[in-house]
């Protein structure tokens, strides 16, 4: 049973920073990439950055420079650190575990976790 379980939202001030945490267990770590996206009221889910199997990362344009994904391989993590927040960041972030087996996509999330920016 694949599993991913988000932490670390919350209410903060524009321009503070947060943290998220994805637990990932279930399968084999290593085979994924991982990815986290985020959904506003009203909007559709939007990708916000990902970490290959590789170590590879990609940014949405919307957050680039202002956020950093990393993975850790031991503890099954990965953690999305979010820097000079704003209001339209905003949003339920989710985490992701995407692979592609026999050429089928395949992809996993979690619950989602709120992030509140607001002075």
């Known amino acids: 049973q694949v599993r991913l379980v988000e932490s670390g939202g919350g209410v903060v001030q524009p321009g503070t920073s947060l943290a998220l945490s994805c637990e990932v267990s279930?399968?084999?770590?290593?085979?994924?990439?991982l990815g986290w996206y985020r959904q506003s009221p009203g909007k559709q889910r939007e990708f916000v950055a990902t970490i290959t199997t590789t170590g590879s990362t990609n940014y949405a344009d919307a957050v680039r420079g202002r956020v950093k994904v990393i993975k850790d391989n031991t503890l099954k993590m990965t953690h999305l650190y979010l820097n000079n927040l704003k209001p339209e960041d905003t949003a339920v972030y989710y985490c992701?575990?995407?692979?592609?087996?026999?050429?089928?996509?395949?992809?996993?999330w979690g619950q989602g976790v709120q992030v509140t920016v607001s002075s």
């Open positions: 992701n575990a995407h692979v592609v087996i026999n050429d089928k996509p395949q992809d996993y």
């Open positions: 279930g399968f084999g770590f290593g085979s994924y990439d």
